[in-house]
Each structure stands twice: as C-alpha cells, then as structure tokens.
Nanobody
Framework: QVQLVESGGGSVQAGGSLRLSCAYS????????MGWFRQAPGKEREGVATLGTLAIKTYADSVKGRFTISKDNAKNTLYLQMSSLKPEDTAMYYC????????????????????WGQGTQVTVAS
C-alpha cells in the first residue's frame, strides 16, 4: 500500500509560481512511477506531468515549458514546479503512483495509476 500526501497549493496571480510537493510512503513506494494530475470543476481528470523509467519526463502540451516535475528519493518526495501560471491552470492537483507498463513509459492516463493522494487546490487569479 502506497500513501501519498500533497501540499503546496494556494492562490496566486496569473504569471506567478507555486511548487507542489507529494510525500510518498508505504511498502515499496519508491519502486512506483509517479505523476501529477489535475481536475477542474466539471472537467475530467487530466495528466499534467509524469516521471517514468530512466527519469523520462512527460508533460501535457498545455504545461510544457512552464511546469517541471522532479523527485527527491532521499526525501521520498515528488515535486511539481509551476511557473507562468494561467487562470486555466486552476484545479485540484493530485499526485498518483502506479507500476503498469504504460506508467513505466510515463503515461498521462489517470486510469493507469493505482494510488492517489487527497489533492491540493491551486487557484490562479487573472
């Protein structure tokens, strides 16, 4: 069982920055591949950034060049650095972990991931 706890969300002005953190724990947690997803009201959950095998990073087109995913194994923490934030980035952000073949390759599909955190809200004002 893997536990994931997100933090770092908040309210910022457009153009601002935030760094989200996801502390992971549990048996074998470090062997899982992880990613960040988000869900805005009335919309489906979408993949934002994932970290697959060999540290391959995959980003949604909408965040390329603005968001950076990283992981600190010593701290058991996954990060999402978000810059140049836009109002359309407003959503609940979740970290997730999985071990399927697709997740291994850095899939952005939410249904490929087995474990989820409770989410942290990001609100970007125009």
């Amino acid at each position: 069982q893997v536990q994931l706890v997100e933090s770092g969300g908040g309210s910022v002005q457009a153009g601002g920055s935030l760094r989200l953190s996801c502390a992971y724990s549990g048996y074998g947690a470090s062997n899982y591949y992880m990613g960040w997803f988000r869900q805005a009201p009335g919309k489906e959950r979408e993949g934002v950034a994932t970290l697959g095998t060999l540290a391959i990073k995959t980003y949604a087109d909408s965040v390329k060049g603005r968001f950076t995913i990283s992981k600190d194994n010593a701290k058991n923490t996954l990060y999402l650095q978000m810059s140049s934030l836009k109002p359309e980035d407003t959503a609940m952000y979740y970290c997730a972990a999985g071990r399927s073949a697709q997740v291994y390759r850095g899939s952005l599909r939410a249904d490929e991931y087995n474990y989820w955190g409770q989410g942290t809200q990001v609100t970007v004002a125009s």
